[in-house]
Nanobody, 124 residues
């Protein structure tokens, strides 16, 4: 059974930083983690889920939503089956549940797998 488990969410003041992690497990997926593009989405209360960013299989290419460009950085460790989201200069509007996802394309048009989400709250 494939599992994507996020961690690292929490409460932070505006201007602060958080680092989210997403660990992949499950025999099939963990053996083929490097064959998937990975990404992050978020969903704020009352809003639709939106793409935050994605990373290619090797980690050589990254893609970001305009709203987070220059503040968020995605990275991955294929050796650890883990993808990260470093979030700096956080704003109250970044408050949302953050989900990691796996797709065949780094812009995440149709993810094959989803994590359960981790809450990020940014206070003003």
């Amino acid at each position: 059974q494939v599992q994507l488990v996020e961690s690292g969410g929490g409460l932070v003041q505006a201007g602060g930083s958080l680092r989210l992690s997403c660990a992949a497990s499950g025999y099939t997926f963990s053996n083929t983690f490097s064959s998937y593009c990975m990404g992050w989405f978020r969903q704020a209360p009352g809003k639709e889920r939106e793409f935050v960013g994605g990373i290619s299989r090797s980690g050589s290419s990254t893609y970001y939503a305009d709203s987070v460009k220059g503040r968020f950085t995605i990275s991955r460790s294929n050796a650890k089956n883990t993808v990260y989201l470093q979030m700096n200069s956080l704003k109250p509007e970044d408050t949302a549940i953050y989900y990691c996802a796996a797709d065949q394309i780094p812009t995440m048009p149709s993810p094959d797998y989803w994590g359960q989400g981790t809450q990020v709250t940014v206070s003003s």
